[in-house]
């Protein structure tokens, strides 16, 4: 039995009449779903009417099957939009440079276009390149990340105490990628005195049918994602990472977002980041063409995206200190600190405040409901501020609640 009132909560009107009259549904794009339960592709093309395919679905899936089955991320009405190239002018490297002037300056409600984004090393990270050879590239620039960071973009009107929601509507990674971790001299990784030599594998990327071969009997699901998105940082408080005024290390995660490594940055997500500095300041890097939670090894997929497309949006005083995502199915509260239970500590503090603030729970209850229905998961292990980030599923709220709980 699928709950009618879940039905109506998942599908949008337009939605429900398309699939009422549609001949043929996309079966590949619901595999994913129906294989989390088992459910064979036999079964799924012999199911009979909508709420049939519907039923294959464990409810605690609808949302998102009924998601995919929806046209995609689209942007918001209105709105210019905007190219940035990666270029030596637009990137730098293993670092957020607020002094910089800013590369483009946007409206809210604009559109923004990364176009082939370099790789790590300011795109000396190619196909064929040594585990020895990445290692010297970043002992060569200590303090600094590996990640070659494109901004700053700064956005009119901007200012601290507000907060931007970026829509994520395009990632397309290229066609190749690799998994690597550094020697254990570098004591990078989670366990760098065990693999203390070091390794890098190629492995490649089949963009159109959305998956990568990691060996002839395993086959990964891509999920493409910026490793790093973030604004300028705060001045005004302790920042992990910071190499001087204004300027941060791309490496560590913090309020001001940046590498949180957070693989739900898929399409048609959601981030939410404080601004902390007039113009907020926007970088970006770090493409992903797949990630585990934790990053164990020190990386993900890594590759460049040929297109990243944003959509930003200012809001005015929103009153969150810490960065948040939302998707379909889910709101996503984050903590981040080097201790990984005081990241934890952080990412509870938050969504107690959002079910308490949006769902009008007083904050036991709210403490409770966080234990008996929101997953805690270790975002990453490896970039100095460790991250947590707590799973808030949508479907347990009423439609009408539902539908008036807003981040900002």
Known sequence: MVEPDVVEAALTPPTRDRLQHMDELNQDALEPHLATYRVSRRRLVGVSGVLGLLATVAPSSLLAACATLRRGATAAPGGRTHVVESTPETVRLGAFDATRPDILEIDSGDTVVYPNTWTHFLNRFQRGVTIQQLAQFRRENPGRGPHSIVGPVGVK????????????????????????????????????????????????????????????????????????????????????????????????????????????????????????????????????????????????????????????????????????????????????????TEAFRIALRNTIDFLSGRAGLNRHDAYGLASMAVHFRITQVVDVNQ??????????????????????
């Open 387 to 408: 991250g947590v980030h707590a799973m808030i599923p949508k479907e347990i709220f009423t439609r009408e609640l539902r539908e008036s709980m807003r981040v900002v």
């Open 157 to 340: 009107g901007a200012q601290p105490g507000d907060m931007l929601s970026v829509r994520f509507l395009t990632l397309t990674p290229f066609d190749w990628g690799a998994n690597l971790n550094n020697p254990g001299d570098l004591k990078t990784g989670a366990l760098p005195d065990e693999f203390p030599e070091g390794s890098i594998r190629f492995i490649d990327i089949d963009v159109p049918r959305k998956v990568a071969k990691f060996s002839p009997s395993i086959t990964l699901p891509l999920g493409p994602f910026q490793g790093t998105f973030g604004v300028a940082a705060p001045e005004d408080r302790e920042v992990v990472g910071r190499i001087g005024p204004g300027v941060v290390s791309s490496v560590p995660p913090g309020q001001h977002a940046g590498n949180m490594d957070l693989r739900e940055l898929q399409e048609g997500t959601i981030l939410y980041i404080p601004v902390w500095r007039p113009g907020a300041k926007i970088f970006t890097g770090d493409s992903h063409a797949l990630q585990g939670d934790g990053e164990v090894n020190l990386t993900a997929l890594e590759t460049g995206m040929r297109e990243v497309r944003v959509q930003v949006q200012r809001h005015e005083r929103a009153g969150w200190q810490w960065p948040f995502a939302e998707n379909d199915t889910h709101w996503i509260a984050m903590g981040m600190h080097r201790d990984l």
